[in-house]
């Protein structure tokens, strides 16, 4: 008797089992390959970062340059970040801002920043230090000494103050969440150079609340390290279980089948 396929469509036809086995064989070579390739990676994160450790390193052992050294057209120079200057120059009290939501010793507070003359026509903006934020009003700050006259500044050089996600505030008064340099030389009517001090002078005792206690510049070697363990252990897990799945316990099946 025919069958009526019209009611009963023939069964959908099974791939081959050479078919699966040859699909999950592709699929776990792409895995083990891709993780693999992922811990390779971060292992090269973490080369990057101690070469860039020890970079540092080897820049705060050598002697701190004077403004003679550190000529305006080097002020941009990645090269002399991390470098140790000593500077001296006059403040200028009334380009002091405090850059807010930033944290020494994990507590909010503020980065002093404010604009070192060096000569006429010359200045660098000087983060002076960290002072806390006041728990009840973050507008009330701590007062701080204003000196005048010719002061010699020891400290680092480094990038312009880092910024941070901007909450829209128009970059202008005594706090603010960030420091556009550009805007900041225009409203003072003095040349900043594209860089800033990071001073590392003792605090003196007039200086209270100030804080110089900088953290060391974080490079995260271990993190990377720890990145690429997990995924060469997940590479060598894929490879595990393929095993284990495809080519062992099939053959202990078979082995079992046999002795029945």
């Known amino acids: 008797m025919a069958t009526d396929y019209s009611t009963h469509p023939p069964p959908e036809p099974r791939p081959s089992r050479r078919g699966q086995q040859l699909f999950v064989l592709a699929a776990a070579v792409v895995v083990c390959a891709v993780t693999a390739r992922l811990g390779v990676w971060q292992l090269d994160r973490a080369d990057q970062k101690t070469r860039l450790q020890q970079q540092i390193a080897s820049r705060h052992a050598l002697p701190p340059l004077s403004a003679a050294d550190w000529p305006v057209e080097r002020a941009a120079d990645p090269s002399l970040h991390d470098r140790l200057v000593t500077l001296r120059g006059q403040w200028r009290h009334d380009g002091t801002v405090y850059l807010e939501n930033r944290q020494m010793q994990a507590r909010p507070g503020f980065h002093v920043v404010t604009p070192l003359v060096l ?142």
Do not use: C
């Open 119 to 260: 000569a006429p026509g010359d200045a660098v903006m000087v983060v002076r230090g960290w002072i806390p934020r006041d728990g009840q009003d973050r507008t009330r700050l701590a007062p701080l000494p204003q000196p005048a006259g010719d002061q010699e500044v020891q400290g680092r050089i480094a990038p312009p103050p880092s910024k941070l996600y901007d909450f829209g505030d128009a970059g202008q008064g005594l706090i603010r969440q960030n420091l556009d340099l550009a805007a900041h030389a225009s409203a003072l009517g003095l040349p900043l150079r594209p860089a800033s001090i990071l001073q590392t002078d003792p605090v003196r005792a007039d200086e209270a609340p100030l804080l110089r206690d900088w953290p060391a510049p974080a490079v995260d070697i271990h993190k990377h390290l720890g990145y690429a363990a997990q995924w060469f252990a997940l590479s060598a897990l894929s490879a595990g279980l393929y095993v284990w799945f495809q080519l062992i316990r099939p053959r202990l099946q078979q082995r079992r089948s046999a002795t029945a």
